[in-house]
């Protein structure tokens, strides 16, 4: 049974009456442990996609079905259940609290989950270890550089040991060599198993993945396998 199933999906804007479609007649599949990466140039639709797969917007018609359930049947509580506990989040601007550790960002989603508080600085602790942050627990983001401030990112989403990670764009403000760490870092997880789904317009950041996804005008273009 794949992870992720698309059906048709479709989505449309309206704003004062005006009809905008962003996504037409998108059907793909995603297996667990995969890792894809959805490309396409600015406006083509990619970013609401990934919005869509991480229960973050709806679609407007077809089907999605994440780990056999159609997100169509689950209740606003069970979408926030299955958002915490089986995706991680990782973004270009890495949404970090300024004036907070690093060892507290890293623990911010277990804030929503049924995990009791004692364990939550084992968890961090361990999570900042798989990226490498063991020695800026007790930094503030303002006091890392961007890669490190992506790791920490990478580390929150991991928390929750999540089915899928989620990263759009999670390169697009590093340098290059920086951005190649990162990457690096993503086949690392998915060489563990972890299921990556990542936005990208870069081809150098796609050819990491092990499947491109081309996304154009709204519509899946292309399905490629990487050998």
Known sequence: MPLIKLTKLEKTYYTGGVETPVLCQVSFSIEKGEFVAIMGPSGSGKSTLLHILGFLDRHTAGEYR?????????????IAHVRNQKMGFVFQSFNLLPRTSVLDNIK???????????KWTTLASAAAKA????HRLNFQPAQLSGGEKQRVAIARAL??????????????????????QIMQ????????????????????IAKHARRILYIRDGQLAKDEKIS
Not at 68 to 78: A, R, Y
Not at 108 to 118: H, R, T
Not at 131 to 134: A, D, T
């Open 66 to 78: 994440f780990d056999g359930k159609t997100i169509d049947d689950l209740s606003p509580d069970e």
């Open 159 to 180: 928390i929750n040991k999540p089915e899928v990670i989620f990263a759009d764009e999670p390169t697009g403000n590093l340098d290059t060599k920086t951005s190649e």
């Open 108 to 118: 911010l989603p277990l804030l929503y989950s049924d995990i009791p508080e004692k």
């Open 185 to 204: 870092l993503f086949q690392n997880l998915n060489e563990e198993k972890h299921t990556i789904v990542l936005i990208t317009h870069e081809p150098d």
């Open 131 to 134: 990226v490498g942050l063991s």
